[in-house]
């Protein structure tokens, strides 16, 4: 169904968490209405912004870093401290802070150099900082302006990258309603509903189409070739071989050198990019700029074999990181195996372990079989390959990690175990006590999962501690010991590592939600609301979460709350017969006698042979005057064989209820 086309000027004001989105063709045209769009329901607003989200224009942050860019002189000048507590995340989106930031908490993964990144972070990793952005402008917003309606426009939203629409998603849903906020959107004519689904519907206020002329060249499309290498190269001279002004200049030089016809220059800026991106967590960002490389380097580079397999490699790892394993192994059978038969022997170690990890780790189901053969064929172009001792060495150890990771995922725990052992132990023969420090931790790590997996939480503390010391500020190293205290029930020391966790970290859900449990166990009950309530803001709908602040509210007596975390658990999955019976709980404490009834009716439903639900289902028949019904479940409690104690009071209650039901049920006894 077609839009109705509407002048936007027509339409004055909207709700204050509202999401407004303007299909109309991207052209200066459509930015000047979203400008006067922003004017028209501007009266009452305190701040106003526009910006452009296209990715190809600013990266992976564009647009979000615009907004924050705007904020940033404030906050720097009134709350310095709240600078300092999200570095991390405003050095990701904004490189040029890393001059005058100094990253508070840097791992491993963050100062290992180029040849010893063995690790790059989880896609999970650069959502985190999203969410802590969000939290810098709402602790912001919130002491400075926390009255006034905010609006802010974005421009070329459906082609933004991966991380500004998480961003804008997320902030209208966590925050949208509390801190007044209006976002405008323009896309192309088309895009609207699908943009529209990927936020809240109670958000959507309206679509609508814009009558504008069709699409008109990007600036940088319209540029003189001459001129395009002009500004290019005094561009390239001004940052010199600043690796932060590079990244933060990246894809305007892109965009120079691709006006300037200059594919040389394109394919290398954008394999810089792939790179960083890669390493950040950035994976589909990572992906989309390497779209078309291949086919730019057969035509521009045909002979040029290891731009090739650079390519070629960071495509795969990108590949990987979406977690699309088909087209993963499509890349490996059309390109990676091809390269690997004609490559020189180093190159060949580095192929045929990718091509592993996409057979053994990352296919559904996976193949053991198959990556293990190119571990194996990986490891005999390694022995040939002539590398000086230490790095053989390293290169040995690395591929045999690979090898115990197929081991642990075939539960051969201790073969698993042996092979890390060895990879340390040569490490330590062979390398220099300075160098691989980031290997060396993974390798000590994945032997802590390994004896976590198998139980042996002792040994697996030990191992998790000792890579503690070796990369201290790793925040996914003390939310998984702090699971290990958990089980272990040292509930002190599990607490100290999530908090840990916590101040390692932008913000994620599974730690909140780890301590939320942690305190519950500790019958911290308003502690562990708090701390649900917090994984639950950045992470909705968690089952988990939702039971366990059930049943902190619960504890806490707040039955209205407790019922609706119940029933939001049981949204996300009807089949928690557990959740039915303590809401049928709450209901009847309540005194809502049918829909306590229901509650116990589907749990039954659920879970037939338990002695409880038709101990509990009796009481609530027996309130709403159904004796009969209510003495059948206690004699279906009797059949099930209840614990020899409470028979006789089993037994008396049934009498009871067959003294107060019909004749025909009074005849029955017990």
Not at 36 to 65: H, N
Not at 260 to 289: E, M, P, S
Not at 376 to 405: H, I, S, T, W
């Amino acid at each position: 169904m077609t839009s109705p086309v509407i002048d936007p000027l027509q339409l004055q004001g909207c709700a204050a968490d509202s999401v407004q989105i303007i299909e109309a063709w991207r052209s200066s045209a459509r930015r000047q209405r979203l400008q006067e769009r922003v004017s028209a329901i501007a009266e009452g607003a305190t701040r106003t912004f526009v910006v452009g989200c296209d990715f190809d224009l600013e990266g992976p942050w564009a647009g979000l870093k615009d907004l924050i860019s705007a904020l940033l002189p404030e906050i720097q000048s009134q709350r310095p401290e709240l600078i300092d507590l999200h570095g991390r995340e405003l050095t990701s989106a904004l490189p040029h802070l890393r001059k005058s930031l100094v990253m508070r908490h840097p791992t491993l993964t963050d100062i290992a150099s180029e040849q010893e990144k063995v690790r790059s972070y989880a896609a999970d990793r650069a959502f985190r900082n999203a969410h802590g952005l969000i939290d810098l402008i709402s602790d912001w917003k919130m002491e400075t302006d926390p009255d006034g309606r905010w609006i802010i426009a974005c421009d070329d939203y459906d082609h933004a990258g991966a991380m500004t629409r998480f961003f804008f998603q997320h902030l209208m849903r966590r925050r949208g309603l509390p801190l007044k906020l209006t976002l405008l959107i323009a896309v192309d004519p088309g895009h609207g509903d699908s943009i529209g689904k990927t936020f809240e519907a109670a958000h959507i206020s309206r679509v609508e189409t814009l009558d504008l002329p069709k699409s008109e060249p990007l600036a940088y499309e319209q540029e003189d070739e001459q001129e395009s290498v002009a500004a290019a190269v005094e561009l390239e001279k001004s940052i010199g071989h600043d690796r932060i002004e590079k990244e933060a200049h990246l894809h305007k030089l892109i965009n120079l050198w691709k006006a300037a016809r200059r594919y040389d220059k394109v394919i290398d800026l954008k394999l810089f990019a792939v790179t960083i991106y890669l390493h950040a967590g950035l994976y589909a960002d990572a992906l989309r700029c390497s779209e078309r490389l291949l086919e730019m380097a057969t035509e521009h580079a045909p002979e040029d074999e290891k731009l090739r397999r650079d390519i070629v490699i960071k495509r795969l790892n990108a590949l990987m990181g979406v977690q699309d394993p088909e087209a993963a192994l499509k890349l490996v059978e059309t390109e990676v195996l091809v390269l690997a038969e004609r490559a020189p022997l180093p190159w060949r170690v580095d192929l045929f372990y990718l091509a592993a990890m996409v057979y053994a780790r990352y296919l559904k189901p996976r193949n053991f079989e198959k990556g293990e053969e190119f571990l194996d064929r990986a490891l005999e172009a390694l022995k040939q390959a002539g590398l000086p001792e230490d790095q053989y060495q390293f290169q040995y150890v690395f591929n045999r990690n690979g090898v115990a990771m197929i081991r642990s995922f075939q539960q051969r725990a201790q073969d698993a175990i042996d092979l890390c052992q060895n990879g340390i132990d040569r490490l330590n023969t062979y390398v220099a006590a300075e160098k691989h420090k980031l290997h060396r931790s993974v390798l000590i790590y994945n032997i802590a999962q390994v004896y976590l997996a198998i139980g042996r939480y002792e040994e697996a503390i030990e191992h998790y501690s000792d890579a503690m010391a070796i990369d201290p500020n790793y925040s996914e190293y003390y939310n998984e010991r702090g699971g290990i205290f958990m089980r272990m029930n040292r509930l002190e020391e599990a607490q100290a590592d999530y908090q840990k966790a916590i101040a390692l970290s932008a913000p994620y859900f599974e730690v909140f939600t780890n301590l939320g449990q942690c305190y519950r166990n500790m019958e911290k009950y308003e502690d562990a609301a708090s701390a649900y309530s917090r994984a639950l803001d950045l992470q909705p709908n968690q089952l988990l979460a939702l039971l366990g602040r059930a049943q902190s509210y619960e504890n806490l007596g707040d039955r209205r709350a407790a019922i609706a975390d119940y029933t939001s658990a049981l949204i996300c999955d009807a089949g928690q017969w557990e959740a039915l019976s303590n809401r049928g709980v709450l209901h009847y404490e309540e005194s809502d006698l049918q829909r306590a009834l229901a509650d116990f009716d589907a749990a039954i439903r659920l879970e037939k042979d338990q002695i409880s639900l038709y101990q509990n289902r009796s009481i609530v028949l027996s309130g709403l005057g159904r004796h009969d019904e209510a003495a059948r479940d206690l004699e279906t409690v009797l059949s099930l064989d209840p614990p020899d104690e409470e028979r006789p009071l089993i037994q008396e209650q049934l009498k009871t209820l067959l003294e107060a039901a019909t004749p025909e049920a009074s005849r029955r006894t017990a």
